[in-house]
């Protein structure tokens, strides 16, 4: 089993930043991916960046130029900096683990509103 703290995320204004971090703990072995998915209301759960421990990455292509992930692999954990937000970024973020099987956080709520 993988277990993944989320912290980070809350209100902020158009135009604005915010950081998430998800640190992972438990049994972790190998190569393994984590990121960031979201889901806004009414819509289903859709990618917004993936970084494994390798170094590959994949954006969403709304994001791009827009969101940076990094990630700390002494740590486990894995960051979203989100920048120049949007209204259509508010969604509910959740932390995505992926190695011998698929695990989620608890989600953090997003929410760009002036």
């Known amino acids: 089993q993988v277990q993944l703290v989320e912290s980070g995320g809350g209100l902020v204004q158009p135009g604005g930043s915010l950081r998430l971090s998800c640190a992972a703990s438990?049994?972790?072995?190998?190569?393994?991916?984590m990121g960031w998915y979201r889901q806004a209301p009414g819509k289903e759960r859709e990618l917004v960046a993936t970084?494994?421990?390798?170094?590959?990455?994949n954006y969403a292509d709304s994001v791009k130029g827009r969101f940076a992930i990094s990630r700390d692999n002494a740590k486990n954990t894995v960051y979203l900096q989100m920048n120049s937000l949007k209204p259509e970024d508010t969604a509910v973020y959740y932390c995505?683990?992926?190695?011998?099987?698929?695990?989620w956080g608890q989600g953090t709520q997003v929410t760009v509103s002036s």
């Open positions: 970084l494994s421990n390798v170094g590959s990455t």
């Open positions: 438990g049994r972790i072995f190998g190569i393994n991916v």
């Open positions: 995505y683990y992926s190695e011998k099987g698929i695990y």
